[in-house]
């Protein structure tokens, strides 16, 4: 594999009224993301990669970011919310079950 992890932040913007992520400032957070993960030297090849995505189809449960390669659905609220998910699943190979994404609903 090229990643040990990708990560794919929803940014999509729709149209006013419609809900989506970026409404939540998703693309604040995708670059927090990024900043964070080469201050802690985990970024790159053989590493971790983040990157943004279009809509992911899961709008009224957003904001959504997604974890490949084990397919982890996180919805995220904070700064501190990420963190959580690089220190705990990205660092630590935890799932962070307070922020799993409810897929049913």
Not at 2 to 18: E, R, T
Not at 64 to 75: F, G
Request: proline content about 4%; aromatic content about 12%; charged content about 20%.
């Amino acid at each position: 594999m090229f990643y040990q992890h990708h990560l794919f932040f929803c940014i999509n913007q729709k149209d006013p009224g419609k809900k989506c992520c970026q409404d939540a400032n998703a693309k604040a957070h995708f670059e927090y993301a990024r900043e964070r993960l080469q201050l802690l030297q985990l970024w790159g090849p053989g590493k971790i990669r983040a990157s943004t995505s279009g809509c992911l189809g899961r709008c009224a449960l957003g904001p959504i970011l997604v974890i490949y390669p084990e397919a982890v659905w996180y919805t995220y609220h904070s700064f501190a919310d990420i963190d959580k998910i690089i220190n705990q699943h990205l660092i630590g190979g935890k799932i962070v079950d307070e922020l799993l994404l409810n897929t049913i609903g």
